[in-house]
């Protein structure tokens, strides 16, 4: 009881600080968008920062295999930069080589701050010793990290998931994390075994701020996974004293969560509709009509902005098996018409 009386609102800011301890860094609010692959383009993601409540954001992750990172590449995952809402870039790699030099790059093209992928759960990259893999080694982990904060002169902050098949070696991999030099963790509060549809154990990001306090170098936790409406940002910083939250897939199904979750009103039908107009148009001038029409309906796969979808699942199904973006356009239209 006592922790969700002390409980910051989502709108409440948040700092972080870096090496340069002169230098920290300020998110507006504690709602940040999750870097999501195939999700969180620079176009998605300016489009859901505008609409406001976002206290910032990430790139998709960046792959570091076989060589660093160019300027060039990192500029088209970041996109301009943004005034008053801090946009990262988040890198991927299976060891320390490389990194230092990517890291390097991302700043000369704005990134304001960096963070590490330790919780990818695809297999492909699973099996390349990335992302959750990582979470059988914290001392891997720790050396990536302080490969990391060495290089930069910007915040670097790690993202984890509880574990791989169990969270028994969670407060190991925090307390590596922490130790490390990290200026911030984030917790998925799922197992790498457990598919998104698992419910998140908001039980574990709890447990990470504590071990988290306990270090001789504590960093502020940013909790993640199970955040379907703005409410649930509150209840997840209430329940588990955790300092932010991340939103992943609950801003994909609606983008206004970060609004509503700051106490802002819901979006509109008319709202929801010219979003996916927007961001349709966005595409198609980006990428072209191809990219356009997929991108939309991985949009309309799971989007419930505004009760567009409202006792209209069959419509849902049959625009999804649509053929043309025109069709996609004119479904959309009519149903923001007043």
């Known amino acids: 009881m006592n922790q969700a009386l002390a409980a910051p609102p989502p709108s409440l800011g948040l700092s ?89 790059a991302a700043e000369r093209v704005g990134a304001v701050w960096i963070d590490l992928n330790f919780g990818c759960p695809a297999p492909i990259v699973f099996s390349k010793c990335a992302g959750s893999a990582l979470l059988s080694s914290p001392e891997k982990i ?81 909790g993640n996974g199970g955040v379907e409406c703005g409410g649930d940002a509150a209840r997840m910083i209430a329940e588990t004293g955790c300092d932010g939250v991340m939103v992943g897939r609950g801003a994909l199904s609606d983008p206004w969560i970060f609004r509503t979750a700051a106490g802002g009103p819901a979006g509109t039908i008319g709202e929801a509709v010219d979003f996916a107009l927007r961001y349709a148009a966005a595409i198609e001038a980006a990428h072209g009509q191809r990219a356009a029409l997929a991108k939309l309906k991985q949009l309309l796969r799971w989007y419930s902005a505004g009760g567009l979808f409202s006792e209209r699942e069959d419509q849902r199904q049959a625009l999804l098996r649509a053929d043309g973006l025109a069709d996609l356009r004119a479904w959309l239209i009519g149903r923001g018409a007043p």
């Open 142 to 222: 720790a050396a990536i990290i302080r490969t990391a904060v060495a290089a930069a002169s910007v915040p670097v902050s790690a993202k984890i998931r509880a574990g791989i098949a169990d969270a028994a070696r969670l407060d190991e991999i925090v307390q590596a994390v922490c130790e490390a030099g990290a200026a911030m963790l984030t917790v998925h509060a799922r197992l790498r075994s457990q598919p998104y549809s698992h419910p998140a154990t908001w039980g574990w990001i709890a447990q990470a701020k504590r071990t988290a306090r306990s270090c001789a170098r504590p960093v502020p936790v940013i």
């Open 16 to 104: 972080i600080v870096g090496r340069d301890a002169a230098r920290p860094l300020r998110f507006p609010g504690r709602l940040l968008l999750a870097p999501m692959e195939g999700v969180t383009d620079q176009l998605f993601r300016d489009l859901v920062i505008d609409l406001g409540g976002v206290g910032g954001a990430c790139s998709e992750f960046i792959r570091i295999s076989s060589s660093a990172m160019s300027a060039r590449v990192i500029r088209r995952y970041l996109g301009p930069p943004h005034r008053q809402v801090p946009v990262g870039v988040q890198f991927m790699a299976s060891e320390p080589t490389f990194l230092a030099e990517s890291i390097l």
